[in-house]
Each structure stands twice: as structure tokens, then as C-alpha cells.
């Protein structure tokens, strides 16, 4: 704003009731090339953040690639411990069926020679009369 009044060849002193009445124009003109370095030195600094954004964003998106591609391989492989371990599983129930099999098998056995043998008791304490 300083500037444009400047380039108008407006009196900065009259529009601006902030600036001392005493200002001579040199020092208006310091204070404007004071204020465009200020202005230079943001715009540098703007310019540095947004190059640094940049990169921050741009390493970030490579390591949401690594990320994604690592989950896919993790995907793949808790894909391929289900399947064993639906396998697994199917094995040991087969497994659990058969020794349960076996062990009711057993215990008939033991129940036929329990009788067998309760039975051969029986007839020598109470002989045929």
C-alpha cells in the first residue's frame, strides 16, 4: 500500500496519521525497501517450507507404498496360515474321531472280558447242583 502511494506520488504523511509528520521521503523509501526484504525473506522462507512439504509428502507416499506392499505380503501369507491351519484342524478332528473310536473300542473289550470273566466266577461259587 506504502508503495502504490509512492509510485502515485501521493504524500505518505497526510494519509497516514501513524507515520511522524517529520519522515523525509528517504526514509519512507527505506522503510519500503526494509518492508520488501522483509517481504523477499517470507517469500524465501514460503518458498523453502513449501519445497520441504513437498518432500515430506512425497517420502510419505513412498512409504505408504512399502506399507501397502508390506500388508499384501502379510495378507497373502495369514491367507496361506488359514488354509493350513483349516487343514490342520480337519486332520485333527479326523484324529479326535478315530481315538475316540479306538477308545470305545477298548472299553467294550474290557466290558466283554469283565463279563466273561464275571461270568466264570458266578459258576464256580455257585456250581450246578
Request: charged residues 30%; hydrophobic residues 40%.
Amino acid at each position: 500500500m506504502v508503495r502504490r502511494r509512492l509510485k502515485e506520488g501521493q504524500d505518505l504523511n497526510n494519509d497516514n496519521k501513524n507515520n511522524a509528520s517529520d519522515k523525509t521521503k528517504e526514509e519512507q523509501v527505506r522503510e519500503l525497501l526494509d518492508e520488501e526484504k522483509q517481504h523477499e525473506g517470507l517469500a524465501q522462507e514460503l518458498l523453502r517450507l513449501t519445497g520441504s512439504l513437498k518432500q515430506n509428502f512425497t517420502t510419505a507416499g513412498s512409504v505408504l507404498k512399502e506399507d501397502n506392499a508390506a500388508l499384501d505380503v502379510m495378507h497373502r501369507i495369514a491367507s496361506s496360515n488359514k488354509e493350513n491351519l483349516v487343514r490342520e484342524s480337519g486332520r485333527l478332528e479326523h484324529h479326535a474321531y478315530k481315538s475316540c473310536f479306538n477308545f470305545m473300542m477298548i472299553l467294550i473289550v474290557i466290558f466283554v472280558i469283565w463279563s466273561f470273566i464275571a461270568m466264570i466266577v458266578v459258576m464256580r461259587v455257585f456250581p450246578k447242583v
